[in-house]
């Protein structure tokens, strides 16, 4: 690694991720980061908590450090986007975590600022955009495309030949059949079977799954913690 790595949070996700990054790269991270008002503390597992702001790069050049969030899905995924455009506006190069535990076929491909954990299984062709994270213990079927700023959870397959559009949030345990195109900015509620294609900004639930109500501004703007 030519660059140490700053974590932008310090929930219990970034905490997680500390120790995912550290079982596989042993003394890459350098610090974490979080906006002013959410700076409760200054050190993390004895590592510096520095305030995000264009400040930053007066004392972690985005020459010597890169970036990576560790937040999860707060406003639709709009809380982990704004980080992460903000720090490539201030200069940073954003890396990926793919977890050495999972099985990852040689094909496969993804972009900056992702997140893919232990114990998921991605098939041959899968792509993968930008600000993404899938949870650990997943199944993503060939050729699949999972588009940026999206969050996969848990137990869930997806089959082969599927489109997840931008933004959306994928429950523990859904299903997705082979072939299905699902509209940006879905919900896709814990334990549901996506059996059709899906419409924009719309949650689904149930078996098969049903459109239940379309998502609201209050959706994108809920959980505004910025740790």
């Known amino acids: 690694m030519s660059k140490k ?10 905490e997680m991720l500390y120790h995912y990054i550290k079982k596989d790269y042993e003394n890459y991270i350098e610090a974490f980061s979080v906006e002013k008002d959410y700076k409760m503390n200054t ?6 908590i520095v305030t995000f702001s264009q400040y930053i790069t007066k004392s972690h050049s985005p020459n010597s450090f890169d970036m990576i969030t560790a937040i999860t899905y707060k406003q ?5 986007t704004r980080l992460y455009l903000e720090g490539k506006e201030f200069g940073y190069d954003f ?7 999972s099985i990852i076929d040689e094909h496969v491909g993804w972009g ?4 893919i954990l232990n114990n998921n299984n991605l098939q041959y062709k899968v792509q993968i955009g930008n600000n993404v994270i899938i949870w650990s213990g997943n199944h993503i079927g060939h050729s699949t495309e999972i588009m940026d700023n ?18 959306c949030f994928i429950g523990i345990g859904a299903n997705i059949i082979d072939g299905i195109s699902i509209g940006e900015d879905c919900i896709i509620a814990a334990g549901a079977c996506i059996t059709e294609d899906t419409e924009p900004k719309t949650v689904y639930a149930g078996v098969p ?6 998502i609201t501004e209050k959706d994108l703007t809920n959980n505004i913690n910025k740790g």
């Open 95 to 101: 890396a990926s975590f793919i977890s050495k535990d």
């Open 5 to 14: 790595l700053i974590i932008i949070g310090t929930s219990e996700f970034a």
């Open 43 to 48: 050190h993390l597992f004895d590592l510096p």
């Open 209 to 214: 799954a049903k459109p239940i109500r379309r």
């Open 76 to 80: 639709l995924n709009r809380l982990r």
């Open 150 to 167: 999206c969050f996969i959870s848990s137990g869930i397959t997806i089959a082969g030949n599927c489109k997840i559009g931008r933004s």
């Open 112 to 115: 900056e600022n992702c997140v």
